[in-house]
């Protein structure tokens, strides 16, 4: 059984690029979640989606989209990067919106410059 | 809207001794409760959850926590640590209606001293 796996796994960019954050959910997995967690902080929410769809979002801008995939992959889109983007990004995936547990991979570090 | 209070940003216990790692929280709605530990330059792993039933929830790694409806709290014990224990412990809470949205903590670092 695979599981969750996210690239790249460290990044710089510099402030008002735009990143894309990739995640590939464990089998069998039809729902993916994304957190940001800076440093020092508990994860913070950014939004959820299940079945190619947006199924909830966090307090997070406009400008951090998604998307996911038929295969249930997914990408987390942040345009116009700031300072304060800076943290590590988790990507989970779950057999259900719910209740089923969280698997989450190791996350991706964005550094912005 | 939820919120989740850890009281201890820091734990230090030695090691074979007893931890116990408190958690409140505050919600309108009625949640689910969760206890995820991550190591270093890793992700969160699932400890332990609380859906619905006995308040006493067993989890891995020897991990139990007891949900207290009336405190609103849902404090993780462990009775004997061992060094591979040292990590952050994230407590987090969900809604039960509604997409799995989870509210985390800001974690509790847990140091084992030999």
């Known amino acids: 059984e695979t599981g969750v796996t996210q690239s790249p796994t460290h990044l710089i960019k510099t402030r008002g690029q735009q990143v894309t954050l990739r995640c590939s959910s464990q089998?069998?997995?039809?729902?993916v979640s994304w957190y940001q967690q800076a440093l020092g902080q508990g994860p913070q929410f950014i939004f959820q989606?299940?079945?190619?769809?947006?199924?909830g979002r966090g307090n997070f801008p406009p400008r951090f989209s998604g998307l996911q995939f038929p295969n249930y992959s997914s990408e987390l889109n942040v345009n116009a990067l700031e300072l304060d983007d800076s943290a590590l990004y988790l990507c989970?995936?779950?057999?259900?919106?719910?209740?089923?547990?969280?698997?989450f991979g190791n996350g991706t570090r964005l550094t912005v410059t | 809207a939820q919120s989740v209070t850890q009281l201890d940003s820091q734990v230090p216990v030695f090691e074979e001794a007893p931890v116990e790692l408190r958690c409140n929280y505050s919600?309108?709605?009625?949640?689910?409760l969760f206890w995820y530990v991550q190591y270093p330059n890793q992700g969160l792993q699932l400890l332990l959850k609380?859906?619905?039933?006995?308040?006493l929830v067993k989890g891995i790694n020897g991990f139990e926590a007891e949900f207290n409806k009336s405190q609103t709290s849902f404090h993780l014990r462990k009775p004997s640590v061992h060094i591979s224990d040292t990590a952050e412990y994230f407590c987090?809470?969900?809604?039960?209606?509604?997409?799995?949205?989870?509210?985390f903590g800001q974690g509790t670092r847990l140091t084992i001293n030999p």
């Open positions: 989970a995936s779950s057999s259900d919106r719910v209740t089923s547990p969280l698997h």
């Open positions: 089998s069998g997995h039809n729902t």
């Open positions: 989606y299940y079945r190619e769809e947006e199924n």
């Open positions: 919600s309108s709605v009625s949640v689910y």
């Open positions: 609380y859906l619905s039933g006995s308040t």
């Open positions: 987090a809470v969900s809604e039960v209606q509604g997409a799995q949205k989870l509210v």
